[in-house]
């Protein structure tokens, strides 16, 4: 979540989904009022100037979604690196974080009306095409 100092307004990055939802891993970002989304305990994590905003945007779409812990600490990393928090930020937090319950589970992939079909297409074109096709 970011937010400033004492506001009541913050922006909430999520990745939401997974095995419990029985859906792909995504990323939302939503603006509303602070205390409107249901979180147990809020965890300070770095200050982060007003121009990097952009950045933290960037980095929260850029990195996969997944479990929300590990995503947070992964996103922090790539903030980290751009020098958006300080040194040390990212090991502060992962000590800190729930060990992953989804570790092991096999990840949900979304399968679209026809995909096969594009599949198969797909391969004909860039991969038979220098082969032959079976179709021939």
Not at 43 to 52: L, Q
Not at 55 to 82: H, M, Y
Not at 110 to 136: A, I, Q, T, Y
Request: include cysteine; aromatic fraction near 12%.
């Amino acid at each position: 979540m970011l937010t400033d100092r004492d506001a009541e307004y913050a922006t909430c990055y999520h990745s939401l989904g997974g095995p419990t939802k029985r859906r792909p891993w995504e990323v939302v970002i939503e603006s509303g009022r602070l205390k409107s989304w249901d979180v147990d305990y809020w965890y300070y994590v770095a200050e982060i100037s007003a121009r990097h905003a952009r950045k933290v945007k960037a980095s929260a779409r850029r990195i996969p979604g997944g479990f929300c812990q590990r995503w947070v600490v992964s996103v922090l990393w790539d903030l980290e690196l751009q020098e958006v928090v300080p040194p040390g930020t990212t090991e502060r937090i992962a000590q800190v974080v729930e060990k992953d319950p989804y570790a092991d589970a096999s990840p949900v992939v979304e399968e679209h009306e026809g995909f096969h079909d594009m599949m198969f297409d797909w391969v004909e074109k860039h991969c038979w095409s220098r082969l032959g096709s079976p179709r021939r």
